[in-house]
């Protein structure tokens, strides 16, 4: 008897052609790519003030020390959201977390935009950390949720590198156009605006899907975040790496264009826009290169890289070597890269979704505290005893806790599959 629907003696219907995300229920890949922009476009505003700083230095009046202050409230700012962001963005969903932050980014544009006072400054810096620590936590998280469970590296590389992009893509084009553009201080921080603008569009359009198990609602919402029992190796491994390399970062932001300044003796904004981007760029590449290694092999590259960057950061400020200076922006970037997406990799692998945020946050609470810390108390015995053996002091102390993190890799190596 032939086939009414396709007119053939037992011939079967023609199935229709069915994509794996129909069936998956996953997005698309380009909007694992789109996820990542929200992340991209908050960091641009946290480092997008680095070149300006000489120009609010010589229209307020502030010193080293006073300037790695503004950058450590930053800091502050990030921690005091980190602890609750994710959290929160466990229970609520990502939106609800990620939408107030990108409105606090933008709020934080307007006062750069008008600051005249050292306070202003601080306050901006602050408002910028809060929306950092709600993205850290709730949008690199959202990137994995977009992803879905079979592109779980990918997500941690997209997250990651849009965090590095985005930090080193500020400083430059804050650089470019303040160099270029009347009213550098205004115009940097429109653009920025506009930036974030489209990141609330995208993160209103962002097809996010809910965990199916909620995370508990009996745990208090503003804790200091951590792991699922059993993940906390994984946590402590990431953190023993990363945290060294955003604190060698961190010192090349606040105090590279002083650097620069005692190195060359000028103050070209585009110039330190440019360190930093390269820095920044290397950050993003080495991720690139390094993402289909064991994550272990991942987190020892980003050990040696911090530690070979601190020793070129010595010889710089000894020899006046700006290729030296270079040479140890471009490795602490790739210390950071490298230690970032090795410790999200691991968290990804082994955190469920419903405490990835958290985890997430916790991952950034351990490496944020040293990168606010340290750089300051630098910036400090750089005003007391000289730049260079401020600088010194803190390459040899950061180039042993890099040591330290490569060696607990090493010796831990064997409990990660």
């Known amino acids: 008897m032939a086939n009414i629907r396709t007119g053939r003696a037992g011939a079967a219907p023609a199935r229709p052609r069915i994509r794996r995300e129909d069936v998956t229920g996953?997005?698309?890949?380009?909007?694992?790519?789109?996820?990542?922009?929200?992340?991209?476009?908050?960091?641009?505003?946290?480092?997008?003030?680095?070149?300006?700083?000489?120009?609010?230095?010589?229209?307020?009046?502030?010193?080293?020390?006073?300037?790695t202050v503004i950058f450590a409230c930053y800091i502050a700012g990030l921690l005091g959201s980190l602890l609750v962001s994710g959290v929160l963005s466990d229970r609520v969903g990502r939106?609800?977390?990620?939408?107030?932050?990108?409105?606090?980014?933008?709020?934080?544009?307007?006062?750069?935009?008008?600051?005249?006072?050292?306070?202003?400054?601080?306050?901006?810096?602050?408002?910028?950390?809060?929306?950092?620590?709600?993205?850290?936590?709730?949008?690199?998280a959202a990137v994995t949720d977009v992803a879905?469970?079979?592109?779980?590296?990918?997500?941690?590389?997209?997250a990651s590198c849009a965090m590095v992009f985005g930090a080193g893509l500020g400083p430059f084009l804050a650089g470019v156009l303040s160099e270029s553009l009347p009213?550098?201080?205004?115009?940097?921080?429109?653009?920025?605006?506009?930036?974030l603008a489209t990141a609330v569009l995208t993160t209103l359009r962002m097809p996010v899907r809910r965990s199916a198990a909620p995370a508990p609602a009996a745990r208090s919402l503003i804790r200091v975040p951590g792991v699922p029992r059993g993940s906390g190796i994984r946590l402590v491994l990431g953190i023993a790496v990363f945290a060294p390399g955003i604190t060698a970062t961190s010192f090349v932001l606040s105090l590279g264009p002083s650097l620069l300044a005692g190195l060359l003796n000028t103050t070209d904004r585009a110039l330190a826009g440019g360190m930093a981007f390269v820095m920044f760029l290397a950050a993003t590449g080495v991720q690139f290169a390094v993402q289909r290694l064991r994550r272990p092999t991942v987190l020892l590259i980003g050990a040696v890289s911090t530690t070979a960057a601190m020793a070129a950061l010595v010889a710089a400020v000894h020899t006046s070597s700006v290729p030296s200076l270079i040479a140890a922006a471009v490795l602490a970037g790739a210390g950071q890269g490298a230690g970032q997406l090795g410790g999200l990799s691991l968290l990804n692998a082994s955190v469920p979704p419903q405490r990835l945020a958290e985890a997430n946050a916790a991952l950034n609470v351990g490496g944020y505290v040293p990168a606010g810390v340290l750089p300051v108390i630098a910036g400090y015995l750089s005003d007391a005893i000289g730049l260079t053996v401020g600088a010194t002091l803190f390459g040899a102390l950061l180039a042993t806790l890099a040591t330290t993190g490569g060696l607990i890799v090493l010796g831990a190596r064997r409990r990660l599959r």
């Not at 879905?148 to 997209?158: Q, S, T």
């Not at 009213?183 to 930036?195: C, G, H, I, M, S």
């Open 26 to 67: 996953a997005a698309p890949t380009w909007w694992v790519w789109l996820a990542a922009w929200p992340v991209t476009a908050v960091f641009v505003l946290s480092n997008a003030a680095t070149p300006l700083y000489v120009l609010w230095q010589h229209d307020i009046g502030f010193s080293k020390g006073t300037l």
């Open 148 to 158: 879905g469970p079979h592109r779980k590296r990918l997500a941690a590389l997209l």
């Open 95 to 140: 939106k609800p977390v990620l939408l107030p932050a990108l409105v606090l980014a933008m709020a934080a544009c307007v006062m750069f935009a008008t600051a005249s006072t050292v306070a202003a400054l601080i306050t901006a810096r602050l408002f910028t950390g809060i929306a950092v620590g709600a993205v850290v936590s709730a949008g690199m």
């Open 183 to 195: 009213a550098p201080t205004v115009t940097v921080f429109l653009v920025e605006a506009a930036l």
